[in-house]
């Protein structure tokens, strides 16, 4: 990589796989737990790389013209933060529909980055007109040259992943020797990531078990309350309850996810309290500032792996958990300010499945 970037956009991804080891022995474990830290990419989470692969890619098709395109798009706040970051650069307007439940902290920063911000009732149906998504159509619909990139459906979004991340962790994984302190199968056994569009999921699944290790365990994260999981019984019991966490979990499963559900082998459901105690464990063991998403990621990781001893109890396999963005984009949130930053936690957070 060249010393000088052109411009912030060149600092989207590359993101460190960092070892997860003071967790890892809390926890019991004898496999390594590698963790892909998603907040140090520019815009500070792994939707950077959906949104500047989608706009390059409508670019391309000819779809964008600077100084009168106007990009809208329905997220949970950081493909807009993404989305907005490139089109400060590119010279687009960028309209993001955002669900009321989502940080202040997330509107802001698009704000900041010249996005105009419409807030959606969080509890429309994705598939109403009052929705992030339902107002998203609206709004192109009725202004020129407004188009939705649409991170549901676009088959960037998962590319971006196949190309990028994916590639990322498997060449941090294989060029990692093994070493007596430290044994490694140099392969990824297992990886862990939450779902929201399933991009990410179905993403790094494909370039790991096309290019890599066609028998490395894929294991989604959906919310409790969510109906992304597979089998749906696993969604029965909390099926449309609220939710706190963002960026995970729909009321409907997005198109990216549906076009390959066979990505994912194996789905774990997680609750808020599980998610916002494991922010507080890797903030306070790792230094690492993770967000919500991160939490329910690890936690979810660590409930999997309670299941599955053969590769808990395993020294040199290698485990990699997802954590898509940062702590700062939540920290006016109740459950911060409550849970993760005061929480009276101990190091073995009571709610985390202990392995
Ligand atoms: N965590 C956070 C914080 C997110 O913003 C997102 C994207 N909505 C995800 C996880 C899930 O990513 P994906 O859409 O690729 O499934």
Redesign the pocket.
């Known amino acids: 990589m060249p010393q000088i970037l052109n411009n912030a956009l060149d600092a989207v991804g590359n993101t460190p796989l960092i070892r997860l080891d003071k967790v890892a022995k809390l926890y019991g474990l004898k496999c390594n737990l590698l963790g892909k830290v998603e907040f140090m990419s520019a815009g500070g989470?792994?939707?950077d790389r959906i949104a500047k692969a989608m706009v390059e890619a409508a670019e391309k098709d000819g779809k964008l013209i600077p100084g009168k395109s106007v990009v809208i798009e329905p997220t949970?706040?950081?493909?807009g933060i993404g989305l907005a970051m490139a089109c400060a650069i590119k010279g687009y307007s960028v309209i993001i529909t955002l669900p009321n439940k989502m940080s202040l902290e997330k509107e802001a920063a698009l704000r900041a980055l010249g996005a105009e911000v419409v807030r959606t009732p969080t509890e429309a149906a994705w598939d109403s007109p009052e929705s992030h998504i339902g107002v998203a159509r609206k709004l192109e619909r009725e202004i020129p040259h407004g188009i939705i990139l649409d991170?549901y459906g676009n088959v960037n979004n998962p590319l971006a992943h196949e190309l990028t991340t994916g590639p990322e962790i498997i060449d941090a994984v294989k060029s990692t020797p093994s070493t007596s302190a430290r044994v490694s199968s140099l392969k990824v056994d297992a990886i862990v990531c939450?779902?929201?569009?399933?991009?990410?999921?179905t993403g790094i699944s494909r370039a790991i078990k096309k290019t890599h290790n066609k028998d490395c365990i894929v294991v989604g994260v959906d919310p409790e309350g969510s109906i992304l999981a597979l089998p749906d019984s696993l969604n029965t019991k909390t099926d449309g309850i609220a939710y706190v966490v963002?960026?995970?979990g729909y009321d409907f499963i997005p198109e990216v996810l549906s076009r390959d559900p066979a990505c994912v082998d194996e789905w774990v459901k997680t609750s808020d309290k599980e998610a916002f105690d494991a922010v507080q464990v890797i903030m306070r063991n790792e230094g690492l500032l993770v967000?919500g998403?991160s939490g329910s990621a690890l936690s979810g990781t660590l409930k999997w792996l309670k299941a599955r001893k053969d590769i808990a109890e395993t020294e040199g396999l290698n485990v990699v958990v997802l954590l898509?963005?940062g702590i700062r984009n939540y920290m006016s949130k109740e459950w911060f300010l409550n849970q993760a930053l005061h929480g009276e936690l101990s190091p073995l957070a009571s709610t985390i499945a202990k392995v």
């Open positions: 989470s792994v939707k949970s706040g950081n493909t991170q939450g779902a929201g569009t399933g991009g990410t999921v963002e960026g995970i967000g998403s898509p963005d």
